[in-house]
């Protein structure tokens, strides 16, 4: 049986480079990149023009969007290109090729303006003796809240992807993926929450790329199973059977 072709933008990336090494067995990637990728068949491209990424969608089943502008959250212009017409011209692309599923990396980014608020404020500066015992967690269902013009272009992604999921039939899954990092362990105290360890983030793309036909639209918080967390995971476990196993607390500054 021939593996699903999943084309990866970003793949050069941390998150792009843990999915090449975990899971290259079970999938057949190519990339869409502005840098050379070694490993794998790529077509060089900047996907904020849709005429040089187009070739790259043919015969791909799943695409994997992990592309993004990071350097400022705040650069307009940047985040614009790269994270709001770029996102477009991914999704227009995939649905001109008859692509079967978009999977967004989206962010907890989408979410984070809550730290303005009582008690995600205290737990974000690790000033847990002013937090009560328990409190709301929230997920896929409260309003949305970026806490910069990144997190705005994330729920513009995420907004998008459901029009592509409604009107142009493309299976669309969005992750709200927390603070994955290159060293797999928190380096600063607002990691603790919302830290996506290596494992963790490697096995829930994978569901999400293997996710029965019947997935047509869902949004997943993706975070280890953090004693500070306050976002809640439990979809992603009743929908794709996900177990996250990292726990941020186990290592210290």
Not at 134 to 162: A, C, I, N, Q
Not at 171 to 190: E, F, Q
Request: hydrophobic residues 35%; proline residues 4%; aromatic residues 10%.
């Amino acid at each position: 049986m021939s593996r699903p072709k999943v084309l990866i933008t970003g793949a050069s990336g941390l998150i792009g480079g843990l999915v090449l090494e975990n899971l290259s067995e079970k999938y057949d990637f190519s990339a869409l990149n502005r840098r050379k990728v070694e490993e794998i068949p790529f077509r060089q491209a900047d996907i904020s023009s849709l005429d040089e990424i187009l070739p790259a969608f043919q015969k791909i089943d799943t695409v994997l969007h992990l592309s993004a502008y990071l350097a400022d959250v705040n650069d307009w212009e940047n985040t614009n290109k790269v994270n709001i017409n770029g996102t477009y011209n991914v999704f227009e692309a995939a649905s001109r090729n008859n692509v079967s599923r978009v999977v967004f990396a989206s962010s907890g980014s989408t979410m984070l303006g809550y730290e303005l608020d009582y008690p995600y404020g205290h737990i974000a500066q690790g000033e847990y003796e002013k937090i009560p015992d328990k409190w709301k967690l929230l997920d896929y269902g409260d309003p949305v809240r970026p806490d910069s013009l990144y997190g705005v272009s994330k729920v513009f992604g995420e907004t998008l992807g459901r029009y592509y999921s409604d009107y142009h039939g493309i299976s669309v899954i969005n992750i709200r993926l927390g603070a994955v990092l290159d060293t797999d362990k928190p380096k600063l105290v607002r990691h603790y929450p919302g830290y996506l360890s290596h494992s963790d983030c490697v096995q829930i793309v994978d569901l999400c790329l293997s996710a029965p036909d019947s997935v047509r639209f869902e949004i997943f918080d993706a975070i280890s199973d953090n004693k500070m967390k306050w976002r809640d995971t439990s979809h992603a476990s009743t929908m794709l059977g996900w177990n996250p196993i990292g726990r941020s607390e186990q290592f210290e500054l």
